[in-house]
């Protein structure tokens, strides 16, 4: 398989090209990136399969010949609202396969659309494939599986988990992007039917075994993907976890961004800053008491009793943003999972085959069944305080 890794030099492509580099289904490796002295970097460090070359993704003839030449691109360009449908379309011109980390709603949206283009060319795309969305997806297919009817679906991420290596005096794509997602309003599930609310509203989590925790809303995908895999869904929603500092900068920065006192720039250029100022041990994420640092919480009817369950990931490739959303980039990029058309992680990917794929890439090589710990509604609080316990003693011991 002739991969090409389009952004490879970046933080994200570059954790990503380490694993398909190293999966002897990889014939040939090429590190794109706009920066060329970059992309020869990675490509010379990572071995012989690997070549860099400059690509600059606006330049469309020039994207579509390198497309052309691959089996697969591996899409780390963002911010998606900007890249992400253009360089699809480029990847269906070229019949070439194509998976990415989009993490914007509206480029997901558009990019579904392209799926009878897809079809048509017999071209397999996979779109929002890291952590979240991403794993994110699938543990809410995880947490789903256990009820008999789903009705509302939470997905939520600790924002502390999202600290990217930082760029000179610039804000990083994932930052612009955050900022974007907090600036107005988002679209959210409300009694079946997709809206658009507020970023930033206060949610209540209830969580078995953990109790009760606190999230505000986020314009992520999984609230308006995740219904392709829970057709009677009535409510959906991604929240961020953070401590009350936090949540408080992020509704100052929402202020300001309304009151146009800053610019999307700006406010990601100051949200940089402060990132840089505070950075945050994602090993102190793992700790009882709170609420996970990547979870989906499913809730509603099982055995026609009101019910919820609740799946979170226990163990992760790395300590940084990077290996937590590249890595499980490539590992869905080589599931071999092939069916022509626009996809979600949900409609995709098996669960239980990516998380058992996903171990051996995590730290201390976990069994598969130690990736995911999921906890219900009807359990006993003995046993969910056992699944929960076992869980992170676990994942404290391969985070050391």
Known sequence: MRVVALGGAG????????????????????????DESAAHAVAAELGAKARGRRLDVTDGPS??????????VVNTVGPYFRFGPPILAAAIAAHCDYIDICDDPQPTMDMLELDAQARAAGVTALVGMGASPGIANLLAVLAGSELDRVDSVVTGWNIHSAHTEPAGQCATAAVVHGMLQIAGDIPVIRDGVRTQRPALERMRIDYPGLGTGEGR????????TVSRAFPELRDATTV??????????????????????LTLDQ?????????????????????????????????????GVAATAATALCQVPGLTMADNTGVP???????????????TPETLLDPHEFFAAFAPHCLGAPSPAAMT????????????TAALSSALLTALLTTK
């Open 11 to 34: 933080e994200m492509g570059r954790a990503a090209a380490r694993v398909l580099h190293g999966d002897s289904r990889v014939t040939a490796l090429t590190i794109a990136d706009r």
């Open 63 to 72: 994207l579509t010949a390198a497309l052309r030449e691959a089996d697969l």
């Open 217 to 224: 809303s986020f314009g992520h995908p999984e609230a308006i």
């Open 240 to 261: 961020v976890v953070g401590d009350r500092s936090t949540s408080a900068a992020l509704l100052a920065l929402r202020w300001a961004m309304g009151a146009r006192l």
């Open 267 to 303: 406010a990601a250029g100051l949200a940089a800053r402060v990132e840089r100022l505070l950075p945050a041990d994602p090993a102190k994420l793992i700790t009882a008491g709170g609420l996970p640092p990547l979870f989906a919480i499913a809730t509603g009817l099982r055995e």
């Open 329 to 343: 980039l490539a590992v869905a990029a080589l599931s071999g999972s092939r069916n022509p058309g626009v996809h």
């Open 373 to 384: 710990v999921t906890t219900r509604s009807w359990a006993t609080e003995e046993d969910n």
